[in-house]
């Protein structure tokens, strides 16, 4: 039987655990853990003598010293931290007015980021900015990637999406494969179809189906009865469980009336409201400056992860 992600959050557990610790959270596992330090999951597996990637939550597990180019920073909370209403205002500023429709094979050339040129740095806006030293989503287990051409972003935006594919089949290994849509072409800027995922830091996400639709990973394809709430909901949480982290989400578009359904089945199974509070902008209207899903038109297809730059 299906356990739901509870929204445990990485940076409860980073700052309650001392230097070079981690306490395991649901749904989470070695992979992501990785990914969120900058680390490759072998150097973590060695650093704990194990062979499975999968860890009871609570654990306690050692992170190695890796590359600083993701790892993951709590926020530092000041006089400079905005107010909910400027986070809001800004993220909302642009976002895209259409769905992804088009798409293109896996077949396609993609020429990778040069690791020689830096780290990656995301530069302006998402509706007004440029890429430096994008990092590429490569190929992988449980996901297609629809234009891989658009498939850039900032490193630490690629390394949480990994990571929560990686959560969630870990829990539902059984999954059919998840439709990836757009990031940012390589060197950012406009992009067609979109006003933003111009600096690597959004994603466009497919939902999980009891059974996968037509056409479906190759588009996108509207939420309807076959809607797996379950993987669905434990793939929101896998992303939302990141926004107390530096380089975490900072919000999320969905269709209102979808959020209702993920909202109703999360509660349903026990959710504490102040979760859900945090999480959904439903039930308190469309236009509410409320929780880290907003609505957006043409969003009943897919999810529109965006994360904050990693400062």
């Keep these: 039987m299906r356990a739901p992600l509870l929204i445990a959050l990485l940076a409860c557990a980073a700052s309650t655990a001392s230097a070079g610790r981690h306490v395991m959270q649901r749904g989470e596992t070695l992979e992501h853990v990785a990914k969120v330090y900058g680390c ?8 704990n003598n194990l062979k499975t990637t999968l860890v009871r939550a609570g654990t306690v597990v050692t992170v190695p010293e890796c590359s600083v180019r993701v790892r993951a920073r709590t926020r530092t909370r000041g006089a400079t931290e905005r107010s909910a209403e ?37 530069v302006g806006k998402p509706w007004a900015g440029k890429l430096l030293n994008g990092e590429v989503l490569p190929r992988g287990e449980g996901y297609e990637i629809r234009r891989p051409k658009r498939a850039y972003g900032a490193s630490h935006v690629v390394g949480h999406l990994q990571g929560a594919i990686a959560a969630v089949r870990a829990l539902y290994p059984d999954l059919h494969t998840l439709a990836i849509g757009d990031l940012s072409q390589r060197g950012g ?68 009336e979808v959020q209702a359904r993920l909202y109703k089945f999360a509660r349903q199974r026990g959710t504490p409201e102040a979760d859900l509070a945090a999480i959904f902008q439903y039930p308190r ?24 730059p990693d400062r």
């Design 189 to 256: 800027g406009k992009i067609g179809d979109h006003h933003s995922h111009q600096s690597g830091l959004d994603v466009d996400i497919g939902f999980y189906f009891h059974r996968a639709p037509k056409g479906y990973p190759d588009s996108f394809a509207v939420a309807n009865a076959d809607l797996d709430l379950q993987a669905t909901w434990a793939l929101l949480t896998a992303f939302t469980r990141t926004s107390d982290l530096e380089s975490g989400v900072h919000m999320i578009f969905l269709d209102y």
């Design 40 to 47: 490759s999951t072998e150097a973590v597996l060695r650093a």
């Design 285 to 308: 209207g469309k236009d509410a400056f409320a929780g880290i899903v907003r609505h957006w038109p043409h969003h009943a297809d897919h999810l529109h992860v965006r994360f904050k």
């Design 86 to 122: 400027e986070k809001a205002e800004e993220a909302l500023a642009v976002i895209d007015g259409t769905s992804v429709v088009k798409t293109a094979r896996a077949t396609e050339i993609v020429e990778p980021a040069n690791a020689d040129d830096g780290p990656t740095e995301s």
